[in-house]
Nanobody
Framework: QVQLVESGGGLVQAGGSLRLSCAASGRTFSTYTMGWFRQAPGKEREFVAG????????YYADSMKGRLTISRDNAKSTVYLEMNSLKPEDTAVYFC?????????????????WGQGTQVTVSS
């Protein structure tokens, strides 16, 4: 099992930017797919971005495409999510997750390890 700890959330004005971090530890995760999801109050948890740790291949949900960059730092065992041009509707708890089968999927059920989440609040 891999352990994931998110950080970097906070309060930002509309149009601003944030960079979220996800520090991974535990089992060897170099073959995993890492993903970011978000959950707004009263809504389902939804996929926003993913990256293959080994190849660095990235993929994004259409809802935030063009405003996100997901990346990883192998030396720091950390995955990042850079978010730009934030909107009030981006307000949510953002979760980091890991899929040990490296399926490059956006399905929540494919990810078996989860962090505790970090709150992002965008004010208008």
């Amino acid at each position: 099992q891999v352990q994931l700890v998110e950080s970097g959330g906070g309060l930002v004005q509309a149009g601003g930017s944030l960079r979220l971090s996800c520090a991974a530890s535990g089992r060897t995760f170099s073959t995993y797919t890492m993903g970011w999801f978000r959950q707004a109050p009263g809504k389902e948890r939804e996929f926003v971005a993913g990256i293959s740790w080994r190849s660095g291949r990235t993929y994004y949900a259409d809802s935030m495409k063009g405003r996100l960059t997901i990346s990883r730092d192998n030396a720091k065992s950390t995955v990042y999510l850079e978010m730009n041009s934030l909107k009030p509707e981006d307000t949510a708890v953002y979760f980091c997750a890991a899929d040990r089968f490296n399926r490059l999927s956006g399905l929540r059920t494919d990810f078996t390890s989860w962090g505790q989440g970090t709150q992002v609040t965008v004010s208008s």
